[in-house]
């Protein structure tokens, strides 16, 4: 592990309590990272969620901020958190989400709407609030968690993949207009990952969609990793990452 001094870099992940966000923090904390870590409900973390405005510190180089993403005060907060903090931001991992998936008979539509108010409208919020910040600051770098339903769709997901599709419609206009800048967006697009995104389903989706095996968590982080390694000049605006198997 290398510790995070007052010139490290510094990260905002949303859905970082567990899955690929926490992957991804995790990740960054051992590479020496401040972190800003979004999500409801972190371990060890009693009671309801805090209010937006009041974050919680972990010693130097972590903040942890429990603020619900559908609070439409939440993505200034985090921004704030992170100025506040550390005094700049250079990567943002927008990735907190849900599913909802089933037939048109057993769907149910007030969690549909909740899953794509998150998705997009929450995304979309997050996106354009610290993009303000990062015109005014001259850099960095945003990581959009889409899927690889934000570039196709299924049977009884099509709301999912809608939402994904909004993520990746936004980020390729958003890669148009900052092309010419040092600030970059990542849409990453995962096959099935074993995390707790799908622990409702009666029918988990490797046995419903005929998939070999997932992916991990940490082999998302992984990916990112490689794509913050990659030269300055270089733009990696969409990557599809699959286990083997994933056909669908
Ligand atoms: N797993 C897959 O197969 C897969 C494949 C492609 C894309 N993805 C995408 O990857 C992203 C992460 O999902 P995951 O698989 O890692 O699932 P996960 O383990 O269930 O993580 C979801 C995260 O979102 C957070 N979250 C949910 N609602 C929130 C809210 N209202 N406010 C703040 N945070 C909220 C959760 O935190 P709390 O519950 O603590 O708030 C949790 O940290 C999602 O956008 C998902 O669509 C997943």
Same mark, same amino acid.
């Given at each position: 592990?290398?510790?995070?001094?007052?010139?490290?870099?510094?990260?905002?992940?949303?859905? @970082?309590?567990?899955?690929? *966000?926490?992957?991804? @923090?995790?990740?960054?904390?051992?590479?020496?990272?401040?972190?800003?870590?979004?999500?409801?409900?972190?371990?060890?973390?009693?009671?309801?969620?805090?209010?937006?405005?009041?974050?919680?510190?972990?010693?130097?180089?972590?903040?942890?901020?429990?603020?619900?993403?559908?609070?439409?005060?939440?993505?200034?907060?985090?921004?704030?958190? @992170?100025?506040?903090?550390?005094?700049?931001?250079?990567?943002?991992?927008?990735?907190?989400?849900?599913?909802?998936?089933?037939?048109?008979?057993?769907?149910?539509?007030?969690?549909?709407?909740?899953?794509?108010?998150?998705?997009?409208?929450?995304?979309?919020?997050?996106?354009?609030?610290?993009?303000?910040?990062? &015109?005014?600051? *001259?850099?960095?770098?945003?990581?959009?968690?889409?899927?690889?339903?934000?570039? &196709?769709?299924?049977? $009884?997901?099509?709301?999912? @993949?809608?939402? $994904?599709?909004?993520?990746?419609?936004?980020?390729?206009?958003?890669?148009?207009?900052?092309?010419?800048?040092?600030?970059?967006?990542?849409?990453?697009?995962?096959?099935?990952?074993?995390? $707790?995104?799908?622990?409702?389903?009666?029918?988990?989706?490797?046995?419903?969609? $005929?998939?070999?095996?997932?992916?991990?968590?940490?082999?998302?982080?992984?990916?990112?990793?490689?794509?913050?390694?990659?030269?300055?000049?270089?733009?990696?605006?969409?990557?599809?990452?699959?286990?083997?198997?994933?056909?669908?």
């Amino acid at each position: 592990m290398t510790a995070a001094g007052t010139d490290a870099k510094v990260a905002l992940v949303t859905g @970082a309590t567990s899955g690929i *966000g926490k992957a991804i @923090a995790d990740r960054l904390i051992r590479e020496g990272f401040r972190v800003v870590l979004n999500g409801r409900s972190f371990a060890g973390q009693s009671g309801s969620p805090t209010i937006a405005e009041s974050p919680t510190i972990l010693g130097p180089s972590i903040v942890l901020n429990s603020a619900d993403l559908l609070d439409e005060r939440t993505p200034q907060a985090l921004l704030d958190s @992170a100025v506040e903090s550390f005094g700049r931001l250079d990567y943002v991992f927008v990735n907190a989400g849900t599913i909802e998936s089933a037939p048109i008979e057993t769907i149910d539509i007030e969690k549909m709407c909740t899953m794509l108010r998150l998705k997009v409208e929450s995304s979309f919020r997050l996106i354009y609030t610290v993009l303000k910040h990062m &015109k005014k600051q *001259g850099y960095g770098h945003v990581f959009i968690t889409s899927s690889v339903l934000g570039t &196709k769709t299924r049977e $009884n997901s099509g709301a999912y @993949a809608a939402g $994904n599709h909004a993520l990746e419609a936004l980020a390729e206009s958003l890669r148009m207009e900052l092309s010419d800048t040092d600030i970059q967006i990542t849409c990453i697009e995962p096959g099935l990952v074993s995390t $707790n995104l799908h622990r409702d389903w009666p029918v988990h989706p490797k046995e419903l969609l $005929n998939i070999g095996s997932s992916l991990t968590p940490e082999d998302i982080a992984d990916a990112v990793w490689d794509v913050m390694l990659k030269k300055d000049y270089i733009r990696i605006p969409r990557l599809m990452i699959l286990p083997r198997g994933h056909r669908v």
